[in-house]
């Protein structure tokens, strides 16, 4: 029997019917499609569009869902949490799907997981919401009464780039056991230190959300599993399953046997479990498997056995069920026989998310022979046998060197498959260890990871067994033999160690270019994680009386396993006045008016919208050169594939291919010159995403190359830079350097950032008559998407519509650069006459669309003995990539913030915007000012290192006083720095800290803390004068309902809420009567960007202008019925044919700066912070962990405290991100590596810090905003550049320990590798770089 897939399932009974239930419902599937993922099914079949795609790699849990079923051997009911995204279809025989509808909604009632992360302010654009949502669920239905640890547990695996985390775990706490704790811990939990509640919280913290509101949880209340999906799973008879489709047969054999014969017949078949190594493969390696075999029905590789030296392990087994089989064993075994339990179970504490653990099995994780995989070498080095099985018999394989034959190869036969998996006892006299360094602790692969098992001769010290198993070290895991065999026989102690080091050194040696890179880091790292075996087995050994050396105390912390504690919080601000009356909402906390909508998964995005019946989709065909001519373009093949509509190139461009934000320097698709790998060239159009993705690979290009610009050092070199160079210079350089006592320089490199919004760019284009389009677009930036969609199409701007409901996060990513998507989907809609849609892959997204400026900054600053500042010369380039976009407005913002809060007499700051071959980088949170204030946070440093002196001292010493004037002359008034500096330095207890880390380093040799309070001071308004103007447009309807529509956007940060909450109070009017339904170009024209934290300001005083004028015209009628309700005077002015519909106007006053005379009017006001962070590293691995932060911040009187509290802790999240996690890498020929959560790693539940207090400044009013408010979008990141210069701090006492004293360079992000490498010690000496150019290095630093 075949098919088109040539997959011969043999003579046995087969069954077609895909039967499963979603949320309740019956599904019976005849024809799936064993390519296609329950996400799609679930979004694109049932319109259950709740569950959201943020990466399709299983990397974010926007997809997440939870999945029951019923196991028949053990009699149990299972729910676990998912990827949607990985999961495929024909994998749900028999298994209830449960998505975030068939858990609540808003009409209905909303379950108490839904209820509590809005309430709680856990949602801001809330594309995250859904599978958060939907792992906490899955939790509570496995384990009713959770603690926090397991909540966290459950958060592994989800992402959220907008809250800073803390509202969701706060929120989420009130459903655990330690729920009512305040969560302090200075003097122990108030509920167990047998004070009352409360007693311990800090008397000024105010709540933010109010429990007794809470919904109580009732277990017995949920969703039931299915009865008649209890009968069938219990009344089945194993059957084998078969599904086929275009390129692919699903087979899903029934017994052991029917297995073997399978895969005899189709030696090349992929076995499927967890489909999250083969799910990876297909859609973003574009492989293609013609026959899937799953193993799910098969007893013997699902069974977990006892046996007597161990434990056997089905290799289909997943591993979640793993580790509790272990973490069982470890309760119930002697300590002695569990050694090698316990490090597998230290591997899978960081192994994925939860969801990936819940179906990726110990069999896949074996077979795909990765040489980074985190359970392969304990494997090794406990020496685990491995049984596998073909039709015509059985062998047992040892996981020793011969096992991994080469890169993603083993010593199975094709024929072959894997059964199980032996897992040994470990034996007394036995010591087992597992590390895992990656960048990222929580979810993310390993840059090193490794196992070690020593035996000992009974009794004494010396070694009778040893084996070291590395991954990351070489195209398969190893084991180092040749370090282990002449180790052989010796005593476990000094020398032993420094053989075995020397030994590494040179087993373990890696090619400069070898890919991943970070070669020093690396080498460095297994010589590290040796050393901490060493020493803790140091300890095991005199614990069982054997004499050795004794590990000194202050190394002892070395031999800790990471400790988690579950963060804490304090958010303080000032309340409404008492006498403030009750509806009026302004200054109260009240919650994101769709958060609700967004826990139910009831809020539409973009590509949430229901297809149009002729729809159709389109893929972007993008340059794969950084720098090069394009020969010639063949899309023959491509436009002969299935589904395939049209293709589209610049000749198809109705109107003009010339496009760009402020300058038309960009194309709209690519025609002679690709500039940047990514660069639009075409798109196709076909039926579905699929076949227009397909298509699109299948499009050649033929490209002659040309050097390519890549870095800010080749730009340099080339002078390759925009024009004009900017320049900002107050005082006499020359004289103050001549006054100073000293003069220092430096540099500094800045790296760049990745959005990561959750929501990716989309566009759906739909052409109407006349040559009109509505376009729907997840843009911050409306009016400019219409003029350049105007512009492009060669129609009046008056034809195109762009509606923006909200997005999923835009963080300045979706300001101008959609607008390259956007054109091109409206090129397409408009030549084909029908709807089309675009939504980016992540790694497209992440691919073409730019992110954070990378800079590099060099200066030269003097300064005074007492550590006053009289001179600085500062230089910044940024990396602009191959279009001018918005990067001289950056570069300005950087250079008005070089002097962050420092008061300078003699200064000058010039900017450089290089041009490179990269995609062009744009607007991000910030814009520019944070890579400004970071080189000035780095000369600072450097100062008071020079100096000896404390960094906060000389900070302090130079902090801005009332009446100062900036660079650019601009006075400061309203300071409110000082009071925040000191607020901060209060809250923090620095000095008790500072003398507690003192204390710290001076016990511990390999971790060392660290203490940094940093300020800033942030500009609002655009520095681009036309753009500070904003436009409100409001409607009365006779019911007295209030349509409210403004020039800005929501993307999370709450600017509709804020927007109702002013409206309410001018108009008098309940919130609950006023809404804001989406933004529009045709309702509000010409708007500015939602960007530069002003939307708040900017929007807030054009609706507080169109409701004034509402207010007044309402006003004869409010006088004349005085009793009457709001209702009476819109029905009585309607009558009296008053116009109830008022457009509102606000442009902000007295700015306009020029550079030429360095006078005039730059920002509106500052809005001011200051931050402290205290963090441990651990020198040996350069892994960090945030113990503290304090933040204070002045947003003059908040408009809603929760929102605001919100932005402050997602902006230091984010910037939390930017100077210590995310790194873009960059091949040298401008290829971007890092495209997907797997390789970016922004940060996620676990980095947050374990303490963490917000306040905001109390009386601080700003009079020259809404209601006397003050931005708050980009502000506080910054403040997050306090924990790299904690880490910093802390660098600096570990290099004390090897004499290294004064200033050294530590460029950002503060990543793991950077810390190790600058904590210069006998390791680091043993693995020196290679010299450069003398290779090509993996990447390059742009
Ligand atoms: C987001 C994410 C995070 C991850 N994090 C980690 C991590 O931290 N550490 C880590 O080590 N890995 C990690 N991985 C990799 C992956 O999860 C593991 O390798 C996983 O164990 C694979 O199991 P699976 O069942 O999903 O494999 P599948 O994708 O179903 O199959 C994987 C491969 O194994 C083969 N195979 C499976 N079973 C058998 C068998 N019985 N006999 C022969 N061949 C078989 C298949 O043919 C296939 O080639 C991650 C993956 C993702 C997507
Ligand atoms: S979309 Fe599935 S994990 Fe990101
Ligand atoms: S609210 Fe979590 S990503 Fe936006």
């Known amino acids: 029997?075949?098919?088109?897939?040539?997959?011969?399932?043999?003579?046995?009974?087969?069954?077609?019917?895909?039967?499963?239930?979603?949320?309740?419902?019956?599904?019976?599937?005849?024809?799936?499609?064993?390519?296609?993922?329950?996400?799609?099914?679930?979004?694109?079949?049932?319109?259950?569009?709740?569950?959201?795609?943020?990466?399709?790699?299983?990397?974010?849990?926007?997809?997440?869902?939870?999945?029951?079923?019923?196991?028949?051997?053990?009699?149990?009911l299972l729910h676990l949490s998912v990827n949607a995204c990985l999961a495929p279809l024909c994998s749900l025989h028999l298994v209830a799907v449960t998505t975030v509808e068939g858990i609540g909604s808003v009409a209905r009632k909303l379950h108490p997981v839904q209820e509590r992360i809005a309430k709680s302010h856990g949602s801001q654009c809330g594309f995250c919401t859904p599978g958060i949502v939907m792992s906490m669920y899955a939790l509570l239905r496995t384990n009713s009464s959770p603690c926090m640890a397991d909540v966290e547990e459950a958060f592994q695996g989800n992402l959220c780039r907008c809250t800073g985390y803390r509202p969701i775990l706060e929120g989420y706490k009130t459903l655990t056991v330690d729920g009512g704790c305040c969560g302090r811990r200075d003097n122990g939990c108030c509920l167990t230190n047998g004070s009352t509640a409360g007693d311990d919280c800090d008397q000024e913290a105010t709540p933010l959300f109010d429990t007794a509101e809470f919904v109580p949880l009732d277990p017995t209340q949920e969703v039931i599993f299915p009865p008649e999906l209890m009968i069938l799973s219990k009344g089945q008879t194993p059957r084998m399953l078969c599904f086929r489709g275009d390129r692919t047969t699903w087979l899903q054999p029934a017994s052991l046997d029917?297995?073997?014969?399978?895969?005899?017949?189709?030696?090349?078949?992929?076995?499927?479990?967890?489909?999250?190594?083969?799910?990876?493969?297909?859609?973003?390696?574009?492989?293609?498997?013609?026959?899937?075999?799953?193993?799910?029905?098969?007893?013997?590789?699902?069974?977990?056995?006892?046996?007597?030296?161990?434990?056997?392990?089905?290799?289909?087994?997943?591993?979640?069920?793993?580790?509790?089989?272990?973490?069982?064993?470890?309760?119930?075994?002697?300590?002695?026989?569990?050694?090698?339990?316990?490090?597998?179970?230290?591997?899978?504490?960081?192994?994925?998310?939860?969801?990936?653990?819940?179906?990726?099995?110990?069999?896949?994780?074996?077979?795909?022979?990765?040489?980074?995989?985190?359970?392969?070498?304990?494997?090794?080095?406990?020496?685990?046998?491995?049984?596998?099985?073909?039709?015509?018999?059985?062998?047992?394989?040892?996981?020793?060197?011969?096992?991994?034959?080469?890169?993603?190869?083993?010593?199975?036969?094709?024929?072959?498959?894997?059964?199980?998996?032996?897992?040994?006892?470990?034996?007394?006299?036995?010591?087992?260890?597992?590390?895992?360094?990656?960048?990222?602790?929580?979810?993310?692969?390993?840059?090193?990871?490794?196992?070690?098992?020593?035996?000992?001769?009974?009794?004494?010290?010396?070694?009778d067994e040893l084996r070291l198993s590395y991954g990351g070290m070489a195209a398969t895991t190893l084991l180092a033999h040749k370090t282990a065999s002449r180790l052989l026989g010796r005593s476990w102690g000094e020398e032993l160690l420094q053989e075995a080091c020397s030994s590494l050194a040179e087993e373990l040696v890696l090619e400069p270019s070898v890919p991943g890179g970070m070669v020093s880091y690396r080498c460095t790292l297994t010589l590290s994680l040796f050393y901490k075996f060493y020493l803790s087995v140091l300890q095991k050994l005199r614990l069982q009386g054997v004499e050795v050396e004794k590990v000194p105390p202050n190394c002892v912390s070395a031999t800790e396993v990471y400790r988690h504690v579950t963060p804490s919080s304090t958010q303080i601000y000032q309340a409404v006045p008492d006498n403030q009356r009750e509806d009026d909402v302004v200054g109260r906390p009240i919650m994101h008016l769709s958060a609700m909508k967004q826990a139910t998964g009831e809020a539409l995005y973009c590509d949430d919208i229901p297809l149009y019946e002729n729809e159709l989709y389109l893929s972007l065909i993008t340059s794969s050169k950084a720098h090069a001519t394009i020969v010639c373009v063949d899309a023959s093949e491509a436009e002969q594939c299935p589904g395939v509509v049209c293709c589209l190139f610049a000749t198809d461009v109705p109107g003009s291919n010339a496009t760009g934000t402020i300058e038309y320097d960009e194309t709209v698709f690519a025609h002679e010159q690709v500039t940047c790998v990514g660069h639009v060239i075409g798109a196709v159009v076909a039926d579905t995403q699929l076949h227009a993705q397909r298509a699109s690979r299948a499009v050649k290009i033929q490209y002659k190359e040309q050097q390519p610009i890549v870095t800010i050092q080749e730009a340099i070199a080339a002078k390759s830079f925009y024009q004009p160079i900017r320049t900002i210079q107050r005082g006499d350089l020359e004289a103050g350097f001549e006054q100073a006592d000293h003069v220092l320089e430096g540099e500094m490199h800045i790296g760049g950032q990745e959005h990561f919004y959750l929501e990716t760019n989309v566009t759906l284009a739909v052409p109407r008559e006349d040559g009109e389009m509505e376009l729907f677009v997840s843009t911050q930036a409306p009016s400019k998407t219409q003029s350049l969609v105007a512009k492009v199409l060669g129609v009046p701007e008056n034809r195109i519509l762009v509606r923006v409901k909200r997005m999923g996060g835009g963080f300045g990513g979706k300001e101008s650069r959609t607008t390259m998507l956007s054109t091109v989907v409206a090129v397409a809609a408009n030549k084909l006459k029908r709807p089309v849609r675009c939504m980016l892959d992540r790694d497209e997204d992440m691919l073409i669309t730019g992110g954070r400026h990378p800079f590099y900054g060099k200066y030269k600053v003097g300064f005074m003995s007492s550590g006053k500042l009289v001179a600085l010369d500062v230089s910044y380039y940024s990396n602009a990539g191959n279009s001018l976009d918005l990067s001289l407005s950056v570069m300005e913002r950087a250079l008005f913030h070089m002097e962050n809060s420092y008061s300078i007499p003699n200064i000058r700051g010039q900017g450089f915007v290089c041009r490179t071959n990269l995609p062009s980088n744009t607007a991000f949170r910030g814009f520019g000012g944070p890579q400004g204030m970071m080189v000035a946070e780095s000369w600072i440093t450097d100062v008071a290192q020079n100096l000896n002196l404390p960094a906060y001292q000389v900070r302090e010493l130079n902090l801005y006083v009332e009446g100062d004037s900036t660079p650019y002359n601009q006075i400061l008034d309203q300071f409110t720095l000082k009071r925040c500096w000191t607020e901060c330095l209060t809250r923090s207890r620095y000095n008790q800290r500072q003398s507690a880390v003192e204390e710290f380093n001076r016990k511990n040799r390999w971790s060392k803390r660290g203490l940094a309070i940093v300020p800033t001071k942030f500009g609002i308004s655009f520095t681009a004068l036309f753009l500070n103007q904003a436009g409100a447009l409001v409607h009365i309807y006779t019911d007295g309902s209030v349509l409210l529509t403004h020039g800005g956007t929501e993307m999370g940060q709450g600017l509709h809420t804020k927007m109702v909450q002013v409206a309410s109070r001018v108009l008098g009017v309940s919130s609950s009567k006023i809404y804001v339904s989406e933004t529009s170009t045709n309702t509000v024209p010409n708007t500015s960007p939602t960007a530069a934290s002003a939307s708040s300001d900017l929007n807030g005083a054009a609706v507080q202008n169109a409701c004034e004028q509402l207010w007044e015209r309402l006003q004869p009628y409010r006088k004349r019925n005085p009793t009457g309700r709001w209702e009476d005077w819109v029905k009585a002015a309607y009558f009296d044919r008053v116009s109830l519909s008022a457009n509102g106007f606000y442009k902000t006053p007295d700015l306009g700066y020029d550079f030429e005379t360095n006078s005039g009017r730059v920002f509106h006001y500052f809005s001011y912070g200051v931050a402290c962070s205290e963090v441990e590293i651990d020198c040996l691995t350069g892994a960090h962990t945030n113990l503290s932060s304090t933040i204070v911040m002045d947003v003059g009187h908040s408009l809603n405290p929760a929102l605001d509290i919100g932005q402050v802790e997602g902006a230091f999240t984010q910037g939390l991100g930017l100077f210590t996690l995310e790194e873009l890498h960059y091949s040298p020929q401008g290829v971007l590596l890092s495209r997907g959560p797997g390789s970016y790693k922004i940060p996620a539940f676990g980095d947050i810090p374990s303490e963490l207090t917000v306040s905001l400044l109390r009386d601080a009013p700003n009079h020259k905003a809404i209601f006397a408010s003050k931005a708050v979008g980009e502000p506080p990141l910054f403040l997050a550049s306090s924990i790299f210069f904690a880490i910093k701090d802390a660098i600096s006492a570990a290099r004390a320990e090897s004499a290294l004293i004064g200033p050294f360079r530590l460029d950002s992000p503060a990543s793991a590798e950077r810390i190790r490498n600058a904590c210069s010690d006998q390791f680091t000496k043993l693995c020196p770089p290679a010299e450069k150019g003398t290779f090509t290095p993996w990447s390059v630093q742009v």
């Open 1 to 76: 029997m075949g098919d088109r897939t040539g997959a011969n399932t043999g003579p046995r009974a087969v069954s077609d019917r895909l039967v499963f239930f979603v949320n309740g419902r019956k599904i019976v599937e005849e024809n799936a499609d064993p390519e296609m993922t329950l996400l799609s099914y679930l979004r694109r079949k049932l319109g259950l569009t709740g569950t959201k795609l943020g990466c399709a790699e299983g990397g974010c849990g926007a997809c997440t869902v939870m999945l029951s079923r019923y196991e028949q051997h053990t009699n149990q």
């Open 258 to 463: 029917e297995f073997l014969h399978l895969k005899w017949k189709h030696p090349e078949a992929r076995i499927v479990v967890g489909n999250t190594e083969v799910g990876i493969e297909v859609k973003f390696k574009n492989m293609v498997y013609p026959v899937v075999l799953a193993p799910t029905f098969i007893p013997e590789l699902n069974s977990v056995t006892h046996v007597e030296d161990g434990i056997l392990f089905g290799a289909a087994v997943s591993l979640s069920h793993m580790g509790a089989v272990l973490k069982q064993a470890v309760q119930t075994l002697p300590p002695h026989q569990t050694e090698v339990f316990l490090a597998v179970l230290e591997q899978l504490r960081w192994f994925a998310g939860q969801q990936i653990r819940n179906v990726a099995a110990v069999g896949g994780n074996i077979m795909t022979a990765s040489p980074i995989s985190d359970l392969n070498p304990v494997f090794m080095a406990a020496g685990c046998r491995l049984s596998v099985r073909d039709k015509e018999g059985r062998r047992e394989l040892h996981m020793d060197h011969t096992f991994f034959s080469g890169y993603r190869k083993t010593a199975l036969r094709p024929q072959e498959v894997l059964v199980s998996v032996h897992i040994p006892y470990s034996k007394k006299h036995q010591f087992v260890s597992a590390f895992k360094q990656s960048p990222r602790r929580e979810d993310d692969i390993s840059i090193v990871t490794a196992a070690m098992s020593v035996s000992f001769v009974p009794n004494t010290s010396v070694v």
